[in-house]
Structure formats: structure tokens, C-alpha cells
């Protein structure tokens, strides 16, 4: 595959154009290891993609050319460092120019933690599982006669990995299932 990629590319970096240490990358999620799923990337640009704090926001100005590349997988990579850039100040203007077609942007957004979405409290406290946390306001529980009153603890929440809004505790014995914005995070 590595030769193949290079052929692709004219053997240097999708992303920012070197022709050192070239080598190949699997775009996650991966589902298989295809040219499709891969891009042809040097040491630097694998290394910063994958240690988050080791990324040298200068060395990224490259994006404003192989964003708009004709491989998806290159797209994807170039949106998810866009992304994680976007304090820099200009990511956002080539963001702001980029298009992804909505299969590609889903792909970009599955595999990018910066912008997978968080369970948050009522005040934007990002929520995590086994939290503590403690009812807001009064909660008829569905299914049940149960009211689940305001300052009621619920200790060591789970999340729901399927939407955002909704986190499972027990409450009186009872797990119940209840939306974040009526719970504050505790201590």
C-alpha cells in the first residue's frame, strides 16, 4: 500500500508537501485498512496528528493548500487539525471555505474527540461517568409515580454514549434515566 500511496501522491506528504519520512496512516475509526481509509503522511505531521500537544501550529499553515485535496481521507485529516486549531485564529477562515460532503464530515466528526459532543451540566460542567451529582429541580420519573425531588444526590452517574443530553443514576434504589440540564455536577 505505501508504494501505491506514493504513487497517489508523487511521493510526498498529502498534508504538508515534505518527502521525508514518509510512511503510512490509517485515518480512524478505521474499518479497513484500504488506500480509501489511508493518506501518505511524513513523521512530523503523524507524530503532531497523534500527540495532540505536541502540535506546532505553524507547521499546519500547509492545510490551506491540501484541504483541498481530491482524497477524502486528506480532507478529513486536514478538517480535524482546522479543528483543533481553531484558536489560532486563522483555521476558522479555512474552515469557513472548506466543504465536506455530509458522509466525509461524518467520518471527520466520528474519529475527532476535539469535537464529539460532551454531557454537560446545567452549568456547562462537562459531566463524566461516575460523577456525582445532585437534581436542580423536581423530576417526575416517566413510568412510574415517582418524583425525584430538587437536591437529590445521584452518585456515580453513567453516560449515555448515544446522546448528550441523557445520563442514568439511581435514584430510591431506582435507575432512572434523566437530562443533564437538570442536574448540577458535585464533588
Known sequence: ML????????GICELCGSNENLAVYHVPPVTEKSMDQSIIACSTCINQIENPDETDPNHWRCLNDSMWSEQDAVKVVAWRMLNRLKG????????????????????????????????????????????????VKDLKVKGSSMVAK??????????????????????????????????????
Do not use: C, F
Open 88 to 135: 489560532e485564529g486563522w483555521p476558522q477562515d479555512l474552515l469557513d471555505m472548506m466543504y465536506l460532503e455530509d458522509e466525509v464530515l461524518g467520518w471527520a466528526k466520528a474519529g475527532n474527540p476535539d469535537t464529539q459532543e460532551k454531557h454537560v451540566d446545567v452549568n456547562g460542567v462537562e459531566l463524566l461517568a461516575g460523577d456525582n451529582v445532585v437534581l
Open 150 to 187: 430538587q437536591g437529590t444526590a445521584v452518585r456515580r452517574i453513567s453516560l449515555d454514549p448515544e446522546n448528550p443530553e441523557y445520563i442514568e443514576g439511581k435514584v430510591d434504589g431506582q435507575k432512572i434515566v434523566i437530562v443533564t440540564k437538570y442536574v448540577k455536577k458535585t464533588k
Open 3 to 10: 508504494d501505491k500511496l506514493k504513487q497517489r501522491s508523487n
